[in-house]
């Protein structure tokens, strides 16, 4: 019984880390998408080793390699160039053969290509369940991929609370909406979004996001799982 009691908090420990890490990646995925990087963000990425993210998933090994290839030779001008690349496809500024590519669920399901469509309406009813809202300066609607990623960030950290406070019931509801969010309301899009970005991109830098973006989500249905069986099986 000894032996038990101190394995299980080990045990909890490591997963609430796990969830943890996962709540801090998509708060940086998310930040990616949102605006242009600043030369902060851009120094501190180059300096990363991204050796240690290699995990053997094909799209986020070759993600972290174009990432890590993109700014590996930055300069003075790497700034304006990356801001040029989101501004021109993440933010519109351009299209390809009249599609624009804003990284908006209701731009690529709702059947009007409207901003602010049903799918807008969808996940805006879906963050209210859960008592959140958009800050009203965000300037952007909800279904945009930015607060997509930060709402999976805090049903994450959330989870990771729930466990520590022994409320297992209410952590597997959360674990459930965060795969159905990730399947339903994310996946449904963004290999279409992904499609047309990789088009317009010039440069590696974008492309290694969306498939570290693409890649980390489907590995996450599977991480997802495995808290589950730990939860279920406590």
Known sequence: MQVENMIEPML???????????????????GLYFKPLTQAQIDGMAEEDYAGYVVGESLLDEGFDDIRRALRKRHTGTRSILATEWTSTF????????????????????????????????????????????????????????????????????????????????????????????????????????ELAMVMLKIRFYKGVLKITKGYLELDLQT???VKAEVQGK
């Open 12 to 30: 909890w420990e490591d997963v609430c880390g796990v969830l943890e890490s996962r709540s801090e990646f998509y708060l940086m995925l998310a």
């Open 91 to 194: 933010g519109g500024a351009e299209a390809y053969k009249g599609r624009y590519c804003v990284p908006n669920a209701s731009v690529f399901l709702d059947e009007s290509g409207l901003t602010y469509g049903r799918p807008r309406t969808e996940v805006s009813r879906i963050y209210g369940e859960q008592c959140l809202r958009l800050a009203d300066n965000s300037g952007m609607p909800e279904s945009h991929i930015s607060f997509e990623l930060e709402f999976l960030s805090i049903l994450s950290g959330e989870i990771s609370r729930h466990l520590r406070a022994g409320e297992f019931d209410r952590a597997l509801r959360k674990i459930d909406l965060s795969q159905q969010f990730i399947e339903e309301r994310i996946l449904t899009w963004f290999p279409q979004f992904m």
């Open 224 to 226: 997802l799982e495995d």
